[in-house]
């Protein structure tokens, strides 16, 4: 079976400056893949490369059988496939949260209303979001509108979800609200990679952690290298990052 994401040699610029310097690695179908390391390591380039929201200079990126490397991939259909949530939650301020899970359904999946509304409803429940369907993103705490962009992504059943530290902007307690979604998909067998810097998430979910360091993957593995990491520079990241 091959992977459903699928990294060679992946090597990408702005300018001068080369910020992924061949970076090899792949997830398969219902893995969970925690991409950590510290910041301008690359990570968060390279998670933005698999929904093409940055174009790559050198190698081959194939995701969900779309291939990102050549010119002119369907973007349409990758982002049926492919999910995205971010640090920032991209929420609609002038829609309600299910205006804002519906709204993709209804344009690119071109669902009926009542199918969308019903679809938003499941995903609403899933995150524990359902008796918020009629309220503004503003009457919201950061750890739930997080939940609503997590739904909004889940509403479009896509074969992988990507996430980019989305929980580095909340306090602990709004944090543990979300990684507990992000946890109860991983045990229902959603393909997930995420960066992130949750280091006892990461332990306790992850099937393949990817440490990256100055634009190349240093060390990768099973979450087993986070107990025990074979090199000097992934055990001083870990070291820091339990301490913060």
């Given at each position: 079976?091959?992977?459903?994401?699928d990294l060679?040699?992946?090597?990408?610029?702005?300018?001068?400056?080369?910020?992924?310097?061949?970076?090899?690695?792949?997830?398969?179908?219902?893995?969970?893949?925690?991409?950590?390391?510290?910041?301008?390591?690359?990570?968060?380039?390279?998670?933005?490369?698999?929904?093409?929201l940055e174009?790559?200079?050198?190698?081959?990126?194939?995701?969900?059988?779309?291939?990102?490397?050549?010119?002119?991939?369907?973007?349409?259909?990758?982002?049926?496939?492919?999910?995205?949530?971010?640090?920032?939650?991209?929420?609609?301020?002038?829609?309600?949260?299910?205006?804002?899970?519906?709204?993709?359904?209804?344009?690119?999946?071109?669902?009926?209303?009542?199918?969308?509304?019903?679809?938003?409803?499941?995903?609403?429940?899933?995150?524990?979001?359902?008796?918020?369907?009629?309220?503004?993103?503003?009457?919201?705490?950061?750890?739930?509108?997080?939940?609503?962009?997590?739904?909004?992504?889940?509403?479009?059943?896509?074969?992988?979800?990507?996430?980019?530290?989305?929980?580095?902007?909340?306090?602990?307690?709004?944090?543990?609200?979300?990684?507990?979604?992000?946890?109860?998909?991983?045990?229902?067998?959603?393909?997930?990679?995420?960066?992130?810097?949750?280091?006892?998430?990461?332990?306790?979910?992850?099937?393949?952690?990817?440490?990256?360091?100055?634009?190349?993957?240093?060390?990768?593995?099973?979450?087993?290298?986070?107990?025990?990491?074979?090199?000097?520079?992934?055990?001083?990241?870990?070291?820091?990052?339990?301490?913060?």
């Amino acid at each position: 079976m091959s992977p459903i994401v699928d990294l060679i040699d992946v090597h990408k610029s702005y300018g001068m400056v080369e910020v992924l310097k061949g970076v090899t690695f792949s997830v398969n179908k219902g893995e969970v893949a925690a991409i950590i390391g510290q910041s301008g390591s690359g990570k968060s380039t390279a998670l933005r490369c698999m929904d093409r929201l940055e174009t790559i200079q050198g190698g081959t990126l194939e995701v969900c059988g779309h291939r990102l490397h050549t010119p002119n991939p369907d973007l349409k259909a990758l982002r049926r496939d492919v999910g995205i949530v971010f640090q920032s939650y991209n929420l609609y301020p002038h829609l309600t949260v299910e205006e804002n899970v519906t709204l993709a359904l209804r344009l690119v999946r071109r669902l009926g209303k009542a199918e969308a509304r019903e679809r938003a409803a499941d995903v609403l429940k899933k995150v524990g979001m359902l008796e918020k369907l009629t309220v503004y993103p503003e009457q919201l705490s950061g750890g739930q509108q997080q939940r609503v962009a997590i739904a909004r992504g889940l509403a479009m059943e896509p074969e992988l979800m990507l996430f980019d530290e989305v929980t580095s902007a909340l306090d602990p307690q709004l944090t543990g609200e979300v990684l507990r979604v992000m946890e109860q998909l991983a045990s229902e067998g959603m393909t997930m990679v995420l960066v992130t810097h949750e280091m006892s998430f990461a332990r306790k979910v992850a099937d393949k952690v990817i440490y990256m360091r100055n634009g190349r993957v240093h060390e990768m593995g099973t979450s087993e290298i986070l107990r025990s990491p074979e090199t000097k520079e992934l055990g001083e990241f870990i070291a820091e990052a339990t301490d913060a």
